[in-house]
């Protein structure tokens, strides 16, 4: 006797009155079925709802077809399946299974107020647009929905803190920038030697999953600018909730800068960073003998060798003070590795050595 493995319908949220259920008769409906585990997601954590919070919508309400909600969710639901473009919302608000993950009371759109609209149950690209360009100092006569980035901003570290149950006692930072390609002569185009294009330089701040900042840059910057800033804001929200976490700064050698570290450094911040250090020829030469000595036990084992040095250095200029930097000398099959000098600048408030 065979035993029946494959599942062959399932059952997710329903859709007010309507169950929604997955199953493999219905015809070609859709190509993104998937979109019904990013609405079991949005059920279990209301990230879009929260979202919306951050809106205030001056548009007359006897007239609103779409919510700021559901404007969100159509968005982002069509950005997570590769639909960046709004001009793709012209197929798309005619998908029932996306109206579905809107919430739209009328998935197939048959009983809209204009004929024009009839059997599109979702926002065109014109009306998206209005929402994606709304201004933050007041409305105007084309755009009434305003997003207050103070209140994003706050939204994502709130949703951290929520999603723990109980003050962890360490957090670790990770700083990152990097490039958004740009394409066209979009406006704050520059081009950036190290990605070899024109692109923006977004700065990231995650605590593990969890994205804390996510802010657009010209890329006409230093990768650091504006990342102690963002760290005050976060940091002094998160000891809000959690008075006595320790937190970990992490990041590679473009955000080594002296006011970072020395923000750091202040006693009444209370945070500890692991930072990369960019190589130069000073540093080559303090760890020159242990890159001898990996190398001597390479040839003894033919095994990767690794050697580590934990000294005091200060750059002749950037630096207001010396610090501590670890330095890692690599030997492998061939030969010293590029990462012989790239060093670690590990510094704490309490004394603590963190292993990066």
Known sequence: ???????????????????????????????????????????????????????????????????????????????????????????????????????????????????????????????????????????????????????????????????????????????????????????????HGYYGNYCYLPLYIFSGEHLLCARLRQSNIDGADGAVEELIRIIGQIRQAWPEVEIIIRADSGFCRDDLMSWCEDEKNRVDYALGLAKNERLKKEIGEELKQAEAQFQQTQQPARMFKDFRYQTLKSWSRERRVIGKAEYMEKGPNPSVCRHLAVAGTHGRTHVV
């Open 1 to 191: 006797m065979t035993t029946e493995c494959n599942q062959s319908s399932f059952e997710f949220h329903s859709l007010n009155q309507r169950k929604v259920i997955a199953k493999f008769d219905g015809g070609n409906i859709t190509s993104d079925a998937g979109i019904l585990l990013l609405r079991e997601i949005e059920k279990r954590t209301g990230l879009i709802a929260g979202l919306a919070e951050c809106f205030t919508d001056y548009r007359d309400v006897r007239w609103i077809e779409h919510t700021v909600e559901e404007l969100l969710a159509q968005r982002l639901y069509g950005m997570c399946l590769g639909y960046e473009d709004l001009n793709d919302h012209d197929q798309l608000r005619v998908d029932p299974l996306l109206a579905v993950a809107v919430n739209k009371a009328d998935p197939l759109g048959l009983s809209r107020r204009q004929e024009s609209d009839r059997g599109k149950a979702l926002a065109g690209k014109s009306t998206l647009n209005r929402l994606e360009l709304g201004k933050s100092h007041g409305p105007d006569k084309y755009h009434k929905i305003l997003a207050h980035e103070s209140k994003i901003d706050r939204w994502m570290v709130d949703d951290f803190i929520h999603a723990h149950q109980s003050a962890p006692d360490e957090i670790v930072l990770d700083l990152d920038a990097t490039d958004d390609l740009i394409h066209g002569n979009q406006e704050g185009r520059f081009f």
